[in-house]
């Protein structure tokens, strides 16, 4: 198989994200919110069909881990109770989408993350989304500010009752920013790619995984800037007096191949052991056009890993088995699917 380990719901029907305009207009005003509207299959059919499904059909991608859009997350808007109804709306279309096209997409959750509230609010959600909806893991945002950085780093103690629940489900956390209100930066040119780099240094910094040997964690965008300064990091450990990075971080943490052109893909695969790099596009998403130079698509990134010289257990890795490792309850339903 080739599962594809980052996609998001970027084409949700108009419906759905009307009601969070008005949404949030209402919470602005100090009104209710106005009912959920209905959305029917055939929209939701629709929605995908011409999109994600057409393009994973004409790549060759068998099953797609799919969640709601990152940048409409919008973790700064509104207070808690906002921010939970609209983490339920998107987990519930998501749950929907995989209802309607079960051997083509499993669920990973928002979740009900703002500012100033400890993630442990959360946690209901991602039990809900496990155990009710079926979801395989969550994106889990470390600057739920939109670009501030308010939060304390992910490896402060205000995080562990989220990473007990996680290790207790079994289930990994993609590390994804949504929208940014910081004028410095532009969402996906700099704010994700920041966020990625900035995770796994904090990362280095402590010893989340001594603490959660279980944990496991997802840094997508080819890691940000990690793989490409690889000898900076390798190198700010030993200055840190940390252990290495390749014995204290690199079993927990895992790289995405959301990475735009060839050279990137070939740094990444020439420095990143194949048992951290899980095949992702994030497509339908950040880079949606054509690339001049090769008259394919940017984010058509089986075309990348398709033209590297990897050993044929390296390659299914890549595209399947290091995600089913990652994901283990991806894997226990493709095994139900007899897959």
Partial sequence: MII?????????????????????A??????PAPLY?????EEIRESVEGSQLRLMAERGIDLTIFSPRASAMGHHVGDEAVSAAWTRACNDL????VGLFPRHFAGVGQLPQSPGVPIEHAVGELRRCV?????????????PSGGHWTAPPLTDKAWYPFYEAMVELDVPAMVHVSAVTNPNFH???????N?????????LQADLFADFPGLRLVIPHGGGAVPYHWGRFRGLADMLDRPAVEQALMGNVFFDTCVYHQPGIDLLFGVIDHANILFGSEMVGAVRGIDP??????????????????APDDRARVYEGNARRVYPRLDALLREQGR
């Fill in 4 to 24: 594809d380990c980052h996609g998001h719901y970027t084409t949700a029907p108009a419906a759905h994200t009307d009601w969070r305009a008005a949404q949030t």
């Fill in 26 to 31: 209402a919470a602005d005003a100090g009104t």
């Fill in 37 to 41: 509207p209905e959305i029917t299959d």
């Fill in 94 to 97: 998501i749950a929907r989408v």
């Fill in 131 to 143: 155990s009710e909806l079926g979801f395989v893991g969550v994106n889990l945002n470390p600057d």
């Fill in 187 to 193: 969402a996906t040119g700099s704010h994700y790619l």
């Fill in 195 to 203: 966020a990625d780099t900035t995770a796994f240094m904090q990362l």
């Fill in 293 to 310: 130079q090769t008259g394919h698509h940017f984010d058509d990134t089986r075309r990348y890993v398709d033209a590297l010289d990897l």
